[in-house]
């Protein structure tokens, strides 16, 4: 057994080193994961401004994943081998949030409000130049802590060590690739989907897409839904397309409302919007293509910018009765049908057209780059240094070319 982790360090912006650390430690109730798949999530924004979630720094970076368990405690629920999902976070398992199986990323005991308040607010969730992860509860820096290790909490390590609550097995016959789209693509977007009660045959705007816009695509497909996207980007719209997108309006048309309630006829807009950039220019033009009564799902938020959302309350939510909501991640209780969804194999072909590049960790850089080049879905790395074929998919470099 290798005596060393190896993780991926962004030490200042657009540099990327591999570094060796000390193989990690488990407790009880954690367990070690060969790490096989790390998607890569909004990291490529910390490689190019160095700004940091409050649980990460400059070297603890990443948080989704897929591997194989490489070792347990005695009376562990799971076995050396077992090949599971790694979600993100360190819940404590005993709070409402916890005990109702939603999702651990707004477990309790996260002190959300009071690293609001106890900080400036426009960089409160936000460390700036790469200083220390914040000792906070609930975070991943947490399980370093609670098993005494020197790293292995986070998602960019050749190991990692994960709560059992936030490991699930998988079937022999998933391949990993697929069931790396369980946290922020088809995960997150999974659990809004779910709660907004999307229907066969609803009509779903999704507006500004990246990863977490293909993964609503997807998802409201899944179910049947019919779905119009609101975007501009031309590559990305020939992704959406190839995902199951039914209907692609453009912006910037001055006639672009007209165009959503001439296709959703008398409910006069979309029974459900999700919006996925976290820009004003998308969520104003959400708030318009929602019908009365509709629900409008925010998944987009910007780290470099917490510019206030632009609602006129009376006009805009009272008088129109709708529904605003938003969320980070999976509830623990839905990753049974997120399972059987990642599964299914028209959704594994649209996911083809969602994963765009895969690279070994020690091409970090690369696949940043690739992910600030907004020609690209979902990006993995592969920490085991195995990647199959790195780079642009197949598939897809045909098309990137005619967008050169
Ligand atoms: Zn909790
Ligand atoms: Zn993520």
Redesign the pocket.
Known sequence: MSNTNTILTIPEPKKVALKKKPYPKIAPGYSMMKVEIA?V??EHQVYKEHRFEWHSDKERQG??GVGTICEVLPGSKFKVGDRVIMY?GNPCQECFVCTRGLSPTHCLSIPYEHLCESQNPDTALEILGGGHAIDAPGGLKDIENQCGSESGGFGFSKFRIANDYMIQKIPHDLPFRYAALA??SLG?TYSGIEEMDVKKDDWVVVAGVGFIGFGSIINAKYRGARVIVLGRNPFRMEQAKKMGADHIVNPDDEDWLEQIHALTGPLKGADHVIEASGYPYYQKKCLKAVRRFGNMWLYGFLVESSEPLPIRLLDEIHNRSVRLSGS??VHVKHREGLLRMLCNPEVQCMADHLITHEYNMSQGAEAFEAALSKKAGKIFLYPQENCPNPGLSNNLKELVAGYE
């Open positions: 998607p999530c909004i948080h989704e993100q946290n922020c997150c980070h991640d």
